[in-house]
């Protein structure tokens, strides 16, 4: 009996020795402290979408366009990307318009935030004329955050709801398609900001793309028609007999300066560039094939008076010749300039 009462002492014992402390130490009036929320690691992402509707007024001449456009931003941070985001190739800021779609971002049910902007105004494409009339261009619209460096925000293309509109209509142009690229900006410099370091800074981007031709038909019919004419009324002089000098004459020359007026008509209408663009590679070899055939007419004349050319068949037969080698030759000439003019 004493045994048993023993051990039950013994065992409260070691049961109070476990429990005191614990009770002792606790604060009763202190409320239990609720872990710190760690924010994620590295920048917020931000999905960016680009939806064009409307794009008018490619003007070639100032190297400018104009786009209507809905861009929207998604994200889960703080920061809200639509207020510090900078269209960095508009030339009009004055003409810049945004409107956005809710007065306060919007929140999605899992957690993300979300803005659209609808903008409208002018910007700059430097546009390559060396392929006119069969060139193409890229409409670009250029967003990045003007504020926040990349080890804060970072853009991301939306691609799976960006494009361009169906109704999308630029006359004189074809809508080929579109890309869009997010990237980086690097400054060399901290632009005098030393909140953000000594050296050069970063910032994300997006680049949208539209890709527009000009139609095939434009160079066939407008470019390309009036050219052929003049050839077949200059190859035609050389079907003439070689005595009827006169009109073989009148018409090369005439040709001759069709061509030049035909040409200032173009050129005209384009920007001054420091190149030649592919029409002006073919007027070239235009005016070498009419130069030739004119050459050949007043040599031929000039055999033809002295009585040197006996045999007119001989000198008609050189004529048929002439036009096929010129015709050949300038079917070559047009396959090299295209292949070669980029």
């Not at 003007?146 to 080890?151: A, E, K, L, Q």
Request: hydrophobic share 45%; charged share 15%.
């Amino acid at each position: 009996m004493q045994m048993m009462n023993h051990m039950r002492f013994l065992l409260l014992a070691g049961f109070l020795a476990l429990v005191l402390p614990a009770s002792i130490s606790a604060d009763p009036g202190k409320k239990p402290e609720t872990p710190a929320v760690v924010p994620p690691a590295g920048p917020e992402i931000v999905d960016v979408g680009v939806w064009p509707t409307v794009i008018y007024n490619l003007d070639v001449h100032s190297n400018t366009f104009y786009m209507t456009a809905y861009v929207w931003f998604i994200w889960r941070g703080d920061i809200d990307p639509s207020e510090t985001a900078e269209l960095v190739n508009n030339v009009e800021s004055w003409g810049l318009t945004k409107v956005r779609t809710y007065p306060k971002p919007i929140t999605f049910p899992d957690g993300r935030k979300y803005q659209c902007l609808r903008i409208e105004g002018r910007f700059f494409q430097p546009f390559s004329l060396k392929r006119f009339p069969l060139e193409h261009h890229t409409l670009s619209l250029s967003l990045e955050d003007n504020t926040y460096t990349v080890d804060k925000i970072i853009y991301r293309l939306d691609q799976k709801n960006s494009g361009i509109d169906p109704g999308i209509n630029i006359p004189g142009w074809s809508v080929k398609s579109w890309s869009g690229l997010a990237g980086i900006h690097h400054f060399p410099t901290n632009l005098g900001d030393q909140t953000v370091g000594t050296e050069g800074v970063d910032y994300g981007s997006i680049t949208f793309k539209v890709e527009v031709t000009r139609p095939v038909n434009f160079f066939l019919w407008k470019m390309m028609l009036p050219v052929m004419i003049v050839l077949i009324a200059n190859w035609t002089a050389l079907l003439l007999h070689p005595t009827q000098l006169a009109s073989r004459v009148a018409m090369t020359g005439t040709a001759l300066l069709t061509t030049v007026f035909l040409e200032q008509g173009y050129s005209s209408n384009l920007p001054e560039v420091n190149y030649l663009v592919l029409m002006d590679k073919i007027y070239v070899v235009v005016y070498l094939l009419i130069i030739a055939s004119l050459v050949q007419v007043v040599i031929q004349g000039a055999l033809e008076k002295r009585h040197l050319l006996n045999e007119f068949k001989n000198a008609q037969w050189v004529d048929k010749i002439s036009v096929v080698i010129q015709a050949v030759a300038f079917i070559l000439a047009l396959i090299f300039i295209n292949a070669t003019t980029r």
